[in-house]
């Protein structure tokens, strides 16, 4: 069975960085990743970056100069960094991909758990 596993996140000052990690375990013939969204208590769910067809990465107008998105397709893993944390910030953060579990078959989204971030004043 396919896993999204994200790590990274934790308690830090406004002002500060952080870096989240998402990896893939389990057994699948290919996995794209998507990008990134996050969802904070009591708001709707929200696409922090993705990764276009075009090869280039779109951010959501929030996090655009200071989330930067980057994928690492040998070693199976998405990161996301963060400069210049808001309290706004705060939120859980989860990685998405489209999975391919065998050579000849369909293709699935996943979602992970997610890594909670959170942003102090």
């Known amino acids: 069975q396919v896993q999204l596993v994200e790590s990274g996140g934790g308690l830090v000052q406004a002002g500060g960085s952080l870096t989240l990690s998402c990896t893939a375990s389990g057994s699948f013939f290919s996995i794209n990743f998507m990008g990134w969204y996050r969802q904070a208590p009591g708001k709707q769910r929200e696409l922090v970056a993705t990764f276009t067809n075009g090869g280039s990465t779109k951010y959501a107008d929030s996090v655009k100069g200071r989330f930067t998105c980057s994928r690492d397709n040998a070693k199976n893993m998405v990161y996301l960094l963060m400069n210049s944390l808001k309290p706004e910030d705060t939120a859980v953060y989860y990685c998405?991909?489209?999975?391919?579990?065998?050579?000849?078959?369909?293709?699935?989204?996943?979602g992970g758990q997610g890594t909670q971030v959170t942003v102090s004043s």
């Open positions: 998405t991909a489209r999975v391919k579990p065998r050579e000849f078959g369909y293709e699935y989204n996943y």
